[in-house]
């Protein structure tokens, strides 16, 4: 079965940095874009980046400038650079992706999601 797994989160001090992982566990096909979102306590889910499969990187302005997406097709990963981290930015993240079984089947999976605490 195929999943999501994020890692790297933790506790940060204000302008410090983390690099979040996303990696894919279990024989996939392929893999369309990758997106990363993050909810913070009593708030509703935002997307945050997105990276398709050709490369193509799209940031939320809250982010921009501060935050870098990337991905890995040969270890099925993506990866979300965070630095100058700030107080809102406090959150737990998850990545989410379109992904095509082995069967050949695409289907959207989510992580389960990492939390990123930004606080002095």
């Known amino acids: 079965q195929v999943q999501l797994v994020e890692s790297g989160g933790g506790l940060v001090q204000p302008g410090g940095s983390l690099r979040l992982s996303c990696a894919a566990s279990?024989?996939?096909?392929?893999?369309?874009?990758i997106n990363w979102y993050r909810q913070a306590p009593g708030k509703q889910r935002e997307w945050v980046a997105r990276?398709?499969?050709?490369?193509?990187?799209n940031y939320a302005d809250s982010v921009k400038g501060r935050f870098s997406i990337s991905r890995d097709n040969a270890t099925n990963s993506a990866y979300l650079q965070m630095n100058s981290l700030k107080p809102e930015d406090t959150a737990v993240y998850y990545c989410?992706?379109?992904?095509?079984?082995?069967?050949?089947?695409?289907?959207?999976?989510w992580g389960q999601g990492t939390r990123v605490t930004v606080s002095s």
């Open positions: 990276i398709t499969a050709a490369g193509t990187t």
């Open positions: 989410k992706a379109a992904m095509q079984s082995m069967s050949f089947a695409w289907a959207e999976y």
């Open positions: 279990g024989r996939v096909r392929g893999i369309n874009a």
